[in-house]
């Protein structure tokens, strides 16, 4: 529940101080790596045209939609359409029923976990592999990913020895490589038995009906390339208009996630084998996911969040993400994007008290290849939530007190930056509960090290 | 597709166009401009090696398919068969035994094109995925002549025959996902290796 954020925020860095070790490792490794992979391109031109392009796609969505659903139609490929999770959980398990599907090999996608997919296959009596060495981890110990990019990046080493150990009787302090030899081992027979794989979309191309796909393991190519039939599950706000658009979006993705200049492997896939020598898929079905995505696009602020790409270079920015992970968020969408995309997917009650869980110090939006102003947005949500009567002081006592923890001892510099980038308005609803948090700071276990040390370790 | 699917549809392509109506068509930035390298080749070679491709020299005295047998024997573990693409020319295949690409030591494919700026080979389906995938090493014949300075050059040409799927192929298979340390050959090639003709 995020309901219960604060809480486990609390649970977290007070019983797993593991996690945070973990998380702010890793994370800072790879927002110094988006900071070199942007140093070597015109980041900033890249990013305006991102979000032009973005913005251009999403104000003629129905266009867009329309187009790639005649050209994945036209290629011999078929589309769904399905409102909710619910719907598109019915989708999938009715393809998978209809061809005799007995298991099926997943890619990492974080829309098939928001529609809880996994468990309704499995109930339907279909087996179900995730792919990705950190996803595949992650299924062992029956936990939700952590972050997007890096699913189990809360896992130590240690962690997955001793998992491995127990379930893939590799020695007990067998080195990464000999792990992952032995997860490929036992995810080499699967992709070869799987009779359908599933993956998300990183993009949809209007122009020619492409469903696009990054990653550097090479687990999607297979997954869309072995078993007879693909499904891909992908959220509306997906669309790409053209090919020439999917070239710069390739990159820069690329780039703000890793730092590298293009993820090692790409999949672009316009319909199911076609002509002789392709071994790929005999059916390849596209499901055009709304649930709650259309709530998001008539929101007159929220829709900017769905020029989100899923990069992850916003978590990894995050002082506040960088304490917990993305497990205390209890949503599938973590950290600051999730923060101002889950309100407006669930609803902003159910997302309470997520907006507040940000100090607000910008560091997201100066990373965000397509320039979503996340703290803008935070603040509108928390206007809504106060205007809403949703905010009892106790809680914001609470988050406001976890994100100093993670920011001190920036409060005057902070309330300084909220000041000069919201205007009084925004920094008057921001700071009582700044106020509140020296009320109450005796919450959170405090860092022993502030994130600017940790920051500057990371990068020197 | 269901009756439900029909109505879904319609719903969400109405809530989409009313949402678009009431706050305005934006239009479209035009191209990027990413700068173009003025040798193609040398741009593609320096970002294909740093992200762990390799780069090989044949012996341009010997007859291709001769230099790849011998080239491939000498590989640490040398391969005894091979799974080939449907697209290798006579005069590019090693003199190796064809085994199903699933047991191969190595796969050998042509590349449709390559790309500077990313450092990526192109790879149409019809050149048979399982041996882009499963052989622990990847053996790729790149033309000299089809490497493209931008990503956007190399997929606007590849519009005009677009296959059922196409891969790009940056480096090895990579996975930082245990204790953060890298590890190569994780689903795909562990070697990914290009030989310009
Ligand atoms: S909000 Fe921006 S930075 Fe965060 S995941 Fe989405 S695209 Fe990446």
């Known amino acids: 529940m995020i309901r219960d954020y604060a809480a486990r925020s609390r649970e977290i860095i007070r019983d797993e101080p593991g996690v945070r070790e973990a998380v702010t490792g890793a994370t800072i490794a790879f927002d110094e790596k988006r900071r070199k992979g942007y140093a070597e391109v015109d980041a900033d031109a890249w990013r305006r045209w991102a979000e032009g392009v973005k913005n251009h796609t999403l104000t003629h969505l129905d266009h867009y939609l329309t187009e790639a659903e005649a050209r994945l139609r036209a290629n011999g490929a078929q589309v769904h359409w399905a409102a909710d999770a619910a719907e598109a959980r019915e989708i999938v398990i009715g393809l998978a029923t209809r061809r005799a599907v007995a298991s099926v090999v997943k890619g990492k996608s974080m829309v098939t976990e928001e529609i809880d997919l996994n468990p309704a296959l499995e109930e339907a009596g279909i087996e179900v592999i995730e792919t990705d060495l950190g996803e595949y981890v992650l299924q062992l110990l029956e936990e939700p990913p952590s972050h997007i990019l890096g699913p189990a990046l809360h896992k130590s080493l240690r962690q997955v020895q001793d998992l491995f150990a127990e379930r893939l009787n590799t020695a007990p302090d067998g080195d990464p490589d000999t792990l992952a030899r032995a997860a490929r081992e036992v995810l080499r027979n699967a992709f070869i038995d799987a009779d359908m794989g599933i993956t998300g979309a990183n993009f949809l191309v209007a122009e020619t009906g492409t469903v696009a796909l990054i990653e550097n393991e090479g687990n999607i190519r297979l997954t869309t390339s072995l078993p007879r039939v693909h499904v891909a599950v992908v959220g509306i706000e997906k669309l790409l208009p053209r090919m020439t658009d999917l070239a710069g979006f390739l990159q820069l993705t690329a780039r703000a996630a890793t730092g590298q200049p293009i993820g090692c492997f790409v999949s672009l896939i316009q319909g199911p084998a076609a002509e002789p020598g392709d071994d790929g898929p005999e059916e390849v079905h596209v499901v055009l996911v709304d649930n709650g995505r259309t709530d998001v696009l008539a929101h007159e602020h929220a829709w900017e969040a769905l020029r989100c790409v899923r990069c992850g270079a916003c978590l990894n920015a995050c002082p506040v993400y960088r304490q917990t992970g993305g497990h205390a968020y209890g949503h599938v969408y973590s950290g600051p994007i999730g923060s101002v995309l889950d309100p407006g997917l669930l609803g902003l009650h159910d997302a309470m008290p997520l907006p507040f869980a940000s100090s607000l110090c910008g560091a997201c939006e100066d990373a965000c290849p397509v320039r979503i102003p996340i703290p803008e947005l935070l603040l509108e949500w928390r206007r809504e939530a106060q205007d809403e009567g949703l905010t009892p002081w106790k809680e914001r006592a609470a988050l406001a007190g976890l994100a100093s923890v993670a920011t001190q001892p920036g409060l005057y510099r902070l309330a300084g930056r909220i000041g000069s980038r919201l205007g009084a308005r925004g920094a008057a609803r921001a700071l009582p509960m700044l106020g509140e948090w020296a009320r109450d700071r005796a919450l959170p276990k405090p860092s022993p090290r502030t994130f600017r040390q940790l920051w500057r370790e990371g990068i020197e | ?197």
Request: glycine letters at 14%.
């Open chain 2, 1 to 197: 597709m269901s009756a439900g699917g029909e109505s879904s549809r319609e719903r969400i392509l109405g809530r989409v166009a009313r949402a678009a109506a009431s706050r305005g068509r934006l239009s479209h930035p035009g191209a990027l401009a990413t700068p173009a390298a003025a040798d193609p080749v040398s741009g593609f070679v320096k970002c294909f090696t740093s992200s762990g491709g390799e780069v090989v020299q044949a012996d341009r005295g010997r007859p291709a398919n001769e230099w790849l047998t011998g080239f491939l024997q000498a590989l640490e573990p040398g391969v005894v068969g091979v799974a080939v693409g449907p697209e290798v020319p006579a005069g590019l295949r090693p003199r190796l035994p064809d085994v199903a690409a699933a047991h191969a030591g190595a796969g050998i494919s042509v590349a449709w094109g390559a790309v500077s700026e990313s450092g990526s080979l192109i790879l149409p389906s019809t050149g048979t995925r399982a041996v882009q995938l499963l052989p622990p090493v990847h053996v790729v014949w790149v033309p000299e002549g089809r490497v493209f300075a931008r990503m956007e050059d190399a997929l606007r040409e590849l519009l005009h025959g677009l296959p059922a799927a196409v891969g790009l192929h940056s480096g090895p298979s990579k996975s930082a996902d245990i204790g953060r340390t890298v590890v190569t050959g994780v689903h795909g090639p562990g070697r990914c290796m290009v030989v310009f003709i």
